[in-house]
Nanobody, 120 residues
């Protein structure tokens, strides 16, 4: 069993910053990718940023230049540094990981979600 535990959401003013953290624990053999999605009520989750095991990263256009994703492989953790926040960034953010267990089987896992609220 694998768990993703998120932290760091909360309230920020427009133009401010927040840092999200997510740590994976459990039966982990390897992690091929970790990242962040966000979701508005009644809408599909959208990709914000992802980092791959080879070190490559992708950041969605909506976050490019403002958000930075990083990963600590030793801690099985991923971080999202969010700067220059806008009111439209007010969403629930979900950590995501694609993890291979010791059995060799790979699964996708999601965190519980953390609310980010940006006031204007």
């Amino acid at each position: 069993q694998v768990q993703l535990v998120e932290s760091g959401g909360g309230l920020a003013q427009a133009g401010g910053s927040l840092r999200l953290s997510c740590a994976a624990s459990g039966n982990i053999f390897s992690i091929s990718r970790m990242g962040w999605y966000r979701q508005a009520p009644g809408k599909q989750r959208e990709l914000v940023a992802v980092t791959h095991s080879d070190g490559s990263t992708f950041v969605a256009d909506s976050a490019k230049g403002r958000f930075t994703i990083s990963r600590d492989k030793d801690k099985n953790a991923v971080y999202l540094q969010m700067n220059s926040l806008k009111p439209e960034d007010t969403l629930v953010y979900y950590c995501y990981a694609q993890i291979m267990a010791s059995s060799g089987v790979e699964f996708q896992y999601w965190g519980q979600g953390t609310q980010v609220t940006v006031s204007s």
